[in-house]
């Protein structure tokens, strides 16, 4: 049976000048560390391996997975309504993410063996949002095996 659609995304910025974040942002200090679609730091980590004709990579020019692009879009027109997130920056890129979709009325997982928070030396701060403030919305934290089994029950896109 045909996979779930699987949506990666990417932050960086049309060019190197940075447009999308002007420079009194707050969001400035961050979008520093990275740069546009040729810089390293911007690429997906190597292990994942994206289907060019059958997954989806969207850029974004913040933490929110959806924000400039059609992720919410795509979510709506493949009739999904649920949603399993893992990544880097819980509290960026995971709790934003979180908190829209959620406010959206989807169903949303993290996985929580599958999340991190940089540094690398911030596990009390990635533990406090996965056990503390996801639970509350409430959205679910589930383990990577948790989140493969439900993928095996799920169904393809409707594409």
């Known amino acids: 049976k045909p996979a779930p659609l699987s949506i990666f995304t990417r932050i960086y910025f049309t060019n190197p000048k940075k447009p999308e974040v002007g420079p009194a942002s707050p969001f400035a200090q961050v979008a520093a560390a990275l740069g546009d679609a040729t810089d390293p730091k911007t690429e997906l980590y190597p292990a994942f391996k994206v289907k060019p004709n059958y997954d989806v990579m ?42 829209r979709l959620f406010d959206l ?26 056990e503390g403030v996801i639970p509350k919305l409430p959205a679910s934290v589930i383990t990577i095996e948790q989140a493969m089994a439900a993928l095996n029950r799920s169904g393809p896109a409707v594409y």
């Open 105 to 130: 009325d989807y169903k949303v997982y993290v996985i929580a063996n599958n999340t991190i928070e940089t540094p690398s030396d911030a596990p009390g701060i990635n533990a406090a949002i996965l």
């Open 58 to 99: 969207l850029q974004k020019s913040r933490y929110y997975a959806g924000a400039g692009n059609g992720l919410e879009e795509i979510l709506r027109a493949q009739q999904i309504d649920t949603v399993i997130l893992s990544g880097i920056r819980t509290s960026g890129v995971i709790l934003s993410t979180v908190y």
